[in-house]
């Protein structure tokens, strides 16, 4: 798949790194990061000209063609911006070591955005925030629909365009605290919470058992 990423890689700006109509909406959602960040499918880095400056953000793609283009764009950052190539699927950070994670057009381009999720989850620290810029299936009949057939040519070259990620997101076990329309209810803005882990603790143990936040 990472061979598809690096064919996209050489047209990738001409073709989809328009930022005119995202763009200001991809800025307010970054300018949400914060602590250490961690920043999903970096691609070639056009997002990177929306994020606040002054960050400590690791950014990760599986592509090094995608990387390599990131990389003037890095380094231009006002800030701490590292790129490193991992699979989003297969994180080798440690549990619980990052405060924000971001995605941008990831959950449609990672093979298993199940385990991607999970994987995120995995590294927040307990009410750290996700932040998300994704496109997803509408639950309008006709434009589910119509998304469903678009993905049986976009899957070829990477693409899903009908995921239902805000199911996938709870599924995870997060916290949905907002979703914003971009486009339609296609393209969203999204911020969700790893919730705190719960305990019983020994005095509340009772035949319902109260949990608290700790
Ligand atoms: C549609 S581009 C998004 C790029 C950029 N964030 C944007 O919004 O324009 C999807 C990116 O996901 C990357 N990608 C695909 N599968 C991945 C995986 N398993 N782990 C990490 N990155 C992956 C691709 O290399 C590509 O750069």
């Known amino acids: 798949m990472s061979r598809i990423w690096a064919w996209r890689a050489k ?24 602590g250490r960040v961690l920043f999903e499918a970096v691609g070639t880095g056009v997002d990177i000209q929306h994020f606040p400056p002054g960050r400590d953000i690791t950014a990760i793609d599986i592509s090094d063609e995608m ?29 619980e070591c990052f405060d924000t994670v971001v995605t941008a057009c990831t959950m449609c381009s990672v093979p298993d955005p199940h385990r991607a999720l999970r994987e995120i989850h995995r590294v927040l620290r307990p009410g750290g925030q996700l932040l998300m810029f994704e496109h997803v299936r509408s639950r309008n009949r ?9 993905t049986i040519w976009t899957r070829w070259s990477g693409t899903e365009m009908n995921r239902d990620t805000l199911r996938n997101v709870q599924a ?3 916290c949905i605290t907002r979703v914003e329309s971009v486009y339609l209810d296609i393209i969203l803005s999204i911020r969700a919470e790893k919730m705190e882990k719960l305990r019983r603790p020994a005095s509340a143990r009772g035949k319902h058992g109260d949990v608290v936040r700790i």
């Open 67 to 95: 990387l390599r283009r990131a990389r003037p764009r890095a380094e231009r950052y006002r800030g701490r911006l590292e790129l490193v190539r991992m699979d989003a699927q297969h994180l080798s950070f440690p549990d």
């Open 142 to 150: 006709v434009l589910g629909l119509a998304l469903d057939l678009m």
């Open 11 to 34: 047209f990738y700006d001409v073709c989809e790194g328009s930022q005119l109509r995202r763009g200001p909406h991809k800025a307010a959602l970054f300018q949400e990061m914060s």
């Open 172 to 174: 995870a076990g997060f």
